[in-house]
C-alpha cells in the first residue's frame, strides 16, 4: 500500500483529482482524456489485465466501493464528442483526508472482482474534536494548449482551394491556428467547517468549480455539498458514521477527438491564405428561409467540416448531471478487541446528455430543420455490509481478523430519443420532432453481487506476520452458467528481518521487511452472455442471435508478488520495492459465426494474458542546515504478453472456431490489435509497398508510391508499429522547506512507447503542415535516400494511405508540477485568523524532451484499446495558476 496525503492532491490541483496522483505513486498508470477539463481519467495499476472487461482501478470511499460511472467511450475515430467525466471527477479534492494505493490482487478479498484490477482507497474528512474551525480555499487557474503540431505559413491555396497546395506566398501569413484557442480557466472555492466535542464531530463543506477549456464555449461548473457526523455513545462502545454528498455538475462541448464536430479539424487544415476572422461571423441570414443559417463555403471535404465556430456554437452537447451519496456506519464494541459492525450505501447518479445541431448542420447528422437528441441514463447503486472484527493479543502472538458478509445492488436504466425536426428550425422538443426519423433506444440491467470474506493476521512478536484472506461472490452475472459463484484466495508472509534476526539492526540499517503473497482472484463475465439474445432492429427483433452457451467461466487471474521495505540511518532513506507476476485465464471471447449456423456470433472463453513488473519507490530526508529536504523517486516496469488467445475449438454441433486476433479500435491506417505472442497495446499501421531489400517502390515515370495490402500477420496489409506502452516511467519530486516557505516540483518521464499522429497525415494531405513546406522549398521529397519530385503527389498520397510515415517515439521528459506556497503569518496581526497560505501553481509548464505531436499522455477513451492513436484530438494544457487557504 502506497500512500498519499490531502496536500499532494490540493497543492496543485485538478478538476479530476486524479490528475494529481500522476507520478506520486509506483506503479499507477495514469492517463488524461482529452476531453479537456473535468475529463475522465484512466487509471491502470500493474498492465492491462482483461480484453473484454474494464481495466480501471475501483475506488473506495471510507471503505464502501463506487460505481465506475463511466460514460460510453470512443471505439472509433469519429465518435468523440459529447464526452463526459467519470465518477471519480465529481469528487471535491478537499473533502480528502487520505488517498491509499493498493495495487496487488489480494485487495479483492475486501472489495470483490471490480478489485482485480487494484484499489484506491479514498478516506474522507471528518470532524475533530476540540475548538471549532473553518477553512477557506480558492484556486485560480489558467490553461493554453501545451503539445501542438508544427504548421506552415508559406504557402497558400489555388484559388478556389481550401488546401495548401498553391503558389509560394508573397511574405508569410499571420494566420496560426493556436489563435482559435482561448485562455481557459477553473476558479475553485471552497469552504469547510470542522467542529466537535469528544462524543460527537462534524464536518460540513461546500464547493464549487467553474472552468471554461480551451475551445470557446467548452464549460464546467460543478458545485458540491458534503456532510458526515461521527459520534460515541454508551461509554464510548457504540459509534455512528453518518455522511452524505451531493453532486450537481453542467458540463458543454466536452470533445476528446474524433472526425465529427470537432472544430479543430478545419482550425487545422485550413490554409495560411485565409484567416479564422473571417468566418467568426459563422451564420447569415438566408432569405429563402427566413432565418440564419451556417456560413462555410467550403463544404465538407468528405470529413464532416464544418465551421469551427458554428461547430461550438450551434452544434451544442450540453450535460447534466445530479449524484447524491449517503451512508451509515454503525459500530458496537462487543468486548475489547472485538467489535461488529454495519454499513450501508446508496450511490444515485442521473444524467441528462442532450445533442442540439442546428438547421443547416452537416446533412450527415441533421435535416434542414435540425436534429435533436435527449438521453436519459440513471444509475443506482445499494451496498450494505456486516463484520465481526477481531483485534487481540494472546501472549506473543497477535490476530487480527474480520468475518463479514456484503451485498452490492446496481440498477441502470438508460432511455434515448433521437429525430430530425420537423417545422421549426432549430426548436429543440419532442414535440417539434419528425416521427418518420426518430430513433428511440433503451437499455436496462439489474446487478446483484452477494458475498461472504474473511480476513487473518496472525502476527507473532510483532516480526513475523500470515495473511490469509479469502471471498466467495455470488453474482447476477452468473446466471445461466455453469459456474455459481467465484472464490477468491490470498495468502501472504511478512517478516521483520531487523526484529527477526539479533545483531542485524544497526546504524545503517534501521527497519529491513520482506513481503510475499499469491493470490487468486475471479471476475464474473458480462451480464446475459450464456443466453440467447435477439436486438432489436426498427422495432422488430433481429432472426439472428448469439450461439447458446452456458459453459462460461469467470476470467480468473493468479498474482504473486515479493517485496522489500527498507529504512536506513534512522528515517532518512527508504526504499520501498516490489515485483510481481500475474497471469489471466479465462479470457472472454465473441467471435462470428457463418450465417449458415443460423448464429451471430458465440461467447466462448480461452486465451491468457501475463504481466510482471517492478515497483520501486525510494525516498529521502535531509535536512540542508535550516532547509528541510524531502526527495522522492518513483520507477515502474511492466511487461504484458499475450500468451495465448482463443485456440480452434469444436462444439457439440461439430461448429469449428477459433481467433487468432483481437482487434479494440481501427483508425483508419492505424489500429490496436493482438496476437499470440504480442502485447496489449500493440498498434499496427498501413505501409507503404517497398521490395525484398525494404526500399520504398516508386514509378518514377509517373513519381508515385502505392500501398502495401498484402503484407502485416492478417496479410491485410497492417504491420506492427511497437506498443503504446512505456518500456518504464520515473517521476522525480522534491520538496524544500523553510521557515514557512515551500518550494515543490515534480519532473515526470515515461521512456519508450509509440504513437501514431494520424492528424499530422491530414495535415500533410492539405499541405499545412511544417514538413510539406520545407520539402516545396527543396523542391523534392527524399525517398530511398534519393529525390523525388512530386511533393504534393506525395504527401497528398501517403497522408491517408501509409499510417507507418505518421509514428512517433512517445517518450516523454516534463516538469509535470511546481509550486511555490509560503505559510503567511498573518495571526501576528489578524489574531481571529489562525493561518494562511498563497502559492504559485503549475503543471505542465515545460516539456524537456518530446518528439511526438501531440502529448503522448492523453488518450481519446479511458477505456482499453484507444491508446496512442491520434486523430484530432483536443491538445493537452499548459496550467499556471495561484492558490490562497485561510484558517479561522
Not at 130 to 154: A, D, H, K, L
Not at 223 to 229: D, E, P, Q, T
Not at 480 to 500: C, E, F, K, M, R
Not at 571 to 580: A, G, R
Request: proline share 4%; aromatic share 12%; glycine share 10%.
Amino acid at each position: 500500500m502506497q500512500q498519499v496525503t490531502a496536500n499532494d492532491l490540493v497543492g496543485v490541483k485538478d478538476a479530476n483529482l486524479m490528475n494529481s496522483l500522476a507520478g506520486k505513486v509506483a506503479g499507477v498508470n495514469i492517463t488524461s482524456s482529452s476531453s479537456g477539463i473535468g475529463g475522465g481519467v484512466k487509471v491502470v495499476m500493474r498492465g492491462a489485465k482483461s480484453l473484454s472487461n474494464n481495466n480501471n482501478a475501483l475506488y473506495v470511499i471510507d471503505g464502501i466501493p463506487m460505481p465506475t460511472l463511466q460514460t460510453t467511450q470512443p471505439s472509433d475515430i469519429y465518435s468523440g464528442m459529447g464526452q463526459s467525466g467519470d465518477g471519480i471527477s465529481m469528487i471535491n479534492p478537499e473533502d480528502i483526508e487520505s488517498m491509499s494505493v493498493l495495487s496487488g490482487a489480494a485487495a479483492s478479498a475486501l472489495y470483490g472482482s471490480d478489485a482485480q484490477n487494484g484499489v484506491i482507497m479514498i478516506k474522507t474528512k471528518r470532524g475533530t474534536e476540540g475548538r471549532t474551525s473553518i477553512t477557506y480555499s480558492n484556486n485560480t487557474s489558467f490553461f493554453s494548449p501545451f503539445v501542438t503540431p508544427e504548421f506552415q505559413n508559406t504557402y497558400g491555396a489555388a484559388t478556389g482551394e481550401f488546401s495548401s497546395w498553391g503558389s509560394r506566398l508573397s511574405q508569410p501569413s499571420s494566420y496560426d491556428p493556436m489563435d482559435f484557442f482561448r485562455t481557459g480557466y477553473n476558479i475553485g472555492n471552497s469552504v469547510s467547517l470542522s467542529t466537535g466535542t469528544a462524543n460527537n464531530q462534524t464536518f460540513l463543506s461546500l464547493a464549487s468549480t467553474n472552468a471554461e477549456g480551451i475551445v470557446p464555449n467548452n464549460t464546467l461548473n460543478r458545485y458540491n455539498i458534503a456532510i458526515r457526523n461521527t459520534s460515541s455513545m454508551f461509554k464510548d462502545k457504540l459509534h455512528l458514521d453518518l455522511s452524505a454528498m451531493y453532486m450537481n455538475i453542467a458540463e458543454n462541448n466536452m470533445i476528446s477527438e474524433g472526425q465529427y464536430m470537432n472544430p479543430i479539424i478545419p482550425v487545422y487544415l485550413m490554409s495560411p491564405s485565409y484567416s479564422l476572422d473571417t468566418y467568426q461571423m459563422f451564420e447569415v441570414y438566408n432569405a429563402s428561409r427566413d432565418f440564419k443559417t451556417q456560413f462555410w463555403p467550403w463544404g465538407t471535404e468528405q470529413i464532416g467540416m464544418q465551421n469551427p465556430y458554428w461547430i461550438i456554437n450551434r452544434d451544442n452537447l450540453p450535460n447534466h448531471k445530479n449524484r447524491f451519496m449517503t451512508s451509515a456506519g454503525l459500530t458496537f464494541d462487543i468486548a475489547k478487541g472485538i467489535s461488529l459492525s454495519g454499513r450501508a450505501k446508496i450511490d444515485y447518479t442521473s444524467g441528462l446528455y442532450e445533442k442540439k445541431y442546428a438547421a443547416s448542420t452537416d446533412g450527415v447528422f441533421a435535416d434542414k430543420y435540425g436534429f435533436y437528441e435527449k438521453n436519459d441514463e440513471t444509475t443506482r447503486q445499494i451496498y450494505g455490509d456486516l463484520m465481526l472484527n477481531i483485534d487481540k493479543y494472546f501472549g506473543d502472538f497477535s490476530l487480527t481478523s474480520t468475518l463479514g458478509t456484503s451485498i452490492q445492488d446496481v440498477d441502470y436504466k438508460y432511455y434515448s430519443l433521437g429525430g430530425d425536426l420537423n417545422s421549426v428550425a432549430s426548436k429543440f422538443t419532442f414535440e417539434n420532432m419528425k416521427v418518420s426519423t426518430l430513433k428511440p433506444k433503451s437499455s436496462f440491467y439489474h446487478d446483484q453481487v452477494q458475498s461472504v470474506f474473511a480476513t487473518a493476521q496472525l502476527g507473532w512478536k510483532s516480526k513475523l506476520y500470515l495473511d490469509v484472506t479469502g471471498r466467495i461472490d455470488w453474482a447476477s452475472a452468473l446466471a445461466g452458467t455453469s459456474t455459481s459463484s467465484v472464490a477468491y484466495p490470498s495468502v501472504g508472509l511478512t517478516a521483520i528481518l531487523t526484529d527477526l534476526i539479533p545483531g542485524l539492526k544497526n546504524d545503517v540499517l534501521s527497519f529491513l521487511k520482506v513481503r510475499g503473497s499469491y493470490s487468486e482472484v475471479g471476475n464474473a463475465p458480462k451480464r446475459y452472455v450464456p443466453n440467447r439474445t435477439y436486438p432489436f432492429e426498427s422495432g422488430t427483433p433481429t432472426t439472428s442471435s448469439t450461439y447458446p452457451n452456458n459453459d462460461i467461466k469467470p476470467e480468473r487471474t493468479k498474482a504473486w508478488e515479493v517485496g522489500m521495505e527498507t529504512h536506513l540511518w534512522g528515517n532518512k532513506l527508504n526504499l520501498n520495492v516490489s515485483l510481481y507476476k500475474t497471469s489471466t485465464f479465462n479470457q472472454l471471447f465473441n467471435p462470428t459465426l457463418s450465417s449458415t449456423s443460423g448464429y451471430s456470433s458465440i461467447y466462448i472463453n480461452g486465451g491468457q494474458i501475463d504481466n510482471k513488473g517492478i515497483e520501486l519507490s525510494l525516498t529521502l530526508n535531509q535536512p540542508i542546515g535550516p532547509v528541510d529536504w524531502t526527495s522522492t523517486f518513483t520507477y515502474t516496469l511492466n511487461r504484458n504478453k499475450v500468451v495465448k488467445l482463443l485456440r480452434p475449438t469444436t462444439l457439440a454441433d461439430g461448429l469449428t472456431i477459433d481467433q487468432d486476433h483481437f482487434n479494440f479500435v481501427d483508425a483508419k491506417n492505424a489500429k490496436q490489435m493482438i496476437v499470440e505472442g504480442g502485447s496489449m497495446g500493440d498498434i499496427y499501421v498501413t505501409n507503404l509497398l517497398t521490395d525484398e531489400k525494404g526500399f520504398i517502390y516508386v514509378d518514377y515515370q509517373t513519381n508515385e508510391v502505392m500501398r502495401d495490402e498484402k503484407s502485416g500477420p492478417l496479410h491485410d496489409g497492417y504491420i506492427k508499429a511497437g506498443n503504446a506502452s512505456p518500456k518504464y516511467t520515473m517521476s522525480w519530486r522534491n520538496q524544500f522547506s523553510w521557515k514557512g516557505l515551500t518550494l515543490s516540483a515534480l519532473v515526470n518521464a515515461r521512456i519508450g512507447g509509440i504513437g501514431v499522429s494520424l492528424t499530422q497525415g491530414l495535415m500533410d494531405k492539405y499541405g499545412v503542415s511544417k514538413n510539406t513546406a520545407a520539402d516545396r522549398e527543396q523542391g523534392f521529397v527524399t525517398i530511398n535516400g534519393g529525390p523525388v519530385p512530386a511533393v504534393q503527389k506525395y504527401y497528398q498520397y501517403v497522408g491517408v494511405n501509409s499510417g507507418a510515415n505518421y509514428v512517433y517515439s512517445a517518450t516523454n521528459v516534463r516538469l509535470a508540477e511546481l509550486s511555490l506556497g509560503y505559510d503567511v503569518p498573518i495571526n501576528k496581526w489578524v489574531s481571529w485568523i489562525k493561518g494562511m497560505n498563497v502559492s504559485l501553481t503549475g503543471r505542465n509548464l515545460l516539456m524537456f524532451y518530446c518528439k511526438s505531436p501531440f502529448d503522448p499522455e492523453l488518450t481519446a477513451s479511458t477505456g482499453t484499446g484507444f491508446d496512442g492513436i491520434d486523430y484530432f484530438m483536443l491538445p493537452s494544457m499548459r496550467n499556471l495558476g495561484f492558490s490562497v487557504r485561510l484558517n479561522f
